[in-house]
DNA sequence: TAGCTAACGTACTAGTTCGTACATTAGTGA
DNA sequence: TCACTAATGTACGAACTAGTACGTTAGCTA
């Protein structure tokens, strides 16, 4: 998530904007991943910083715009991973497989996201409402599912007319959870979702899973 | 949610303790459930009940701990959903796909604690560590699941040997993503996932996706 | 190199928030 | 009916927390 280097200058007070914002940033995520949005300490944060509190408002203008920058950064990455997506020369059963394990590594690989999208969800989506930028950029993974269900429709391979935002909103279910709620879902079960010696058998479940709905015949009722 | 009833007594001060109780475990749920934990304020739940905050620590002894006691009855209100059960006498496809619907309308009908289970997922499941009520009871719907895929493989309907923890899983992921993640999923794609006008949709999509799962010849690689 | 401004630091405050000390009373059992 | 205790109410305090007033300086530019 773009972390900050340390600087190969001496001591004293240095000015860099970009990087005293940068690591404001890489602080307040870890912070509010960690605490939720009200859990959050604006004082924590500047603390395990190289600047102080001031700078926070300096830059962002209080708690709820570096939640809502905090926000918009971490969507952004999700974004630029999305559109390294590079599996339409496959073919659609493949490609959807594919799609749907990459998703899963995605989700995995950044649980500060998922943490912050719980958050989000919590206060009704409220920041990305009032954030110019989150608005309604969409998803580039949105275009690539439509892109496969098209070609595997026509070759026949699709039994079912599925939209792509549901398929999405079904793969995303899964990955979504699983890192989620590992927590409660532990607690309760006694199993932990994201043991890494079970990380292949839920990741080709999830492809299992999407490719069966995807392939099956819709009779059985 | 074992809501309290208005008491037909005349005003002054009357003494109930279950009933106190109850009251300020109901707005608790609400205001957890509204503003997570560290949003609540112990002061607005005392405000919204008959009685004062210092009832809340005479009773639960402080935030943590009511937080606690909301989580232990939120989960037993759903364990007695639970209980309720009555698939079996299905055959096993039917049986699946009926349990998967109940699991989805229980979710549909209980946002608040799905609020409070994404809320103690924040907090990494602390307080279920804590409460020894809710440490091991395990869930009924697993036995009926558990019960539903041994006879659905000895009669060949399923091909898969899926276990009973994972399909429960499966089948929470959706419903659960559904409702939690309603807010930040509508203002990215513009897709209420709880629009009533969808609810049939999205509920046959989870039982046709579980059942293409359960009786796919799990081949197309 | 002088001066200007973006960038930064210190110290403080106003308001909030969890929690409690202390006083009171309803209802029960002897 | 009296006394005792569980249940309740009031008023307050200590600690925290977001935010700010005010002063300082690095580094660029003319």
Redesign the pocket.
Known sequence: MTSVEEPARPN??????A???AEILDVATQEFARAGYDG????EIAART??????I??YFG???QLFTAVLERAYGVIREAEQELDVEHLDPVAAIRRLAELTFDHHEAHPDFIRLVSIENIHGAQHIAASGELGKIGSPALDVIRRILASGRESGLFTADVDAVDLHAMISSFCFFRVANRHTFGALFGRDLVDPAQREHYRSMLGDMVIAYLTADRAPR
Chains 1, 2 share one sequence.
């Open positions: 004293g007070r240095i000015r860099d904007a990087r005293t914002r959050a300490r604006v004082d190289r600047t102080t509190k001031r700078m408002y300096y209080g708690k709820e």
